[in-house]
């Protein structure tokens, strides 16, 4: 099932914070964080595996909360490069293949 | 390291054609998934193949799609007779494993234009 990303879009002046959510109905083994530029492959940021961990790249970082099928995704001090749009990838206990969100468009503006 | 590689990158064809759309993963990968993407939509998942091997076809339609990871060459998405409703982007992604701690590192895509 398709997890549910919230919020669609969201604009942020260069140098402001965003966190962008990801949730599903079903148990969760991972989740899988990308970012997509317009006509350009979405580029693996992280994955978080369950057991609520919570995960680190330079200043973007993710939670996991295992128990609320939840994971958040944190910008902080945003650059003109974070632009794009944020997909979540979800994978339940079987299963191979990845579930993604409808994506969070992120805009960070001068 | 080279990179997940799909050509072509635009594909036009008229309805009633055929499409193939090509896939190299990237060295050492020997898992390959291919996903749909509709304008403003989410990447939707299609087949999940190991060499020579297709593991999870759930995604795929039944009619006019097809799929093969071949011992040598590329992975080859086959789309015949396209209509109008085909007309998307095309992404492979690969991986070292299929496990479910293993990451994707996706291809820059096919873009298919049916007129």
């Known amino acids: 099932q398709q997890p549910v990303q919230s919020p669609q879009a969201v604009i942020l002046r260069e140098g402001e914070d965003a966190v962008i959510n990801c949730s599903s109905s079903?148990?969760?083994?991972?989740v899988h964080w990308y970012r997509q530029k317009h006509g350009e492959a979405p580029v693996f940021l992280m994955i978080l595996l369950k057991g609520g961990e919570q995960k680190g790249h330079e200043k973007i970082s993710a939670s996991f909360n295992e128990k609320k099928q939840q994971s958040s995704l944190y910008l902080t001090a945003s650059q003109l490069s974070y632009s794009g749009t944020y997909f979540c990838?979800?994978?339940?206990?079987?299963?191979?293949?990845?579930?993604f969100g409808k994506g969070t468009s992120l805009l960070v503006t001068p | 390291n080279a990179g997940v590689m799909q050509n072509p990158r635009h594909l036009v064809r008229r309805r009633g054609q055929e499409a193939r759309l090509r896939c190299s993963p990237m060295k050492g990968h020997s898992h390959v998934y291919w996903y749909r993407q509709l304008p403003e939509e989410g990447l939707k998942f299609m087949v999940y193949l190991q060499k020579e091997n297709i593991i999870d076809e759930s995604g795929m339609p039944k009619e006019r799609f097809s799929a093969e990871f071949p011992k040598e060459g590329p992975s080859i998405l086959r789309i015949q007779q396209v209509v109008r409703g085909d007309s998307a982007a095309y992404f492979c992604?690969?991986?070292?494993?299929?496990?479910?701690?293993?990451?994707?590192?996706f291809g820059p895509g096919t873009r298919l234009t049916v007129l």
């Open positions: 990838g979800t994978r339940g206990d079987s299963g191979y293949a990845l579930n």
């Open positions: 992604a690969s991986s070292p494993a299929g496990g479910g701690t293993d990451t994707q590192y």
């Open positions: 079903k148990a969760l083994y991972s």
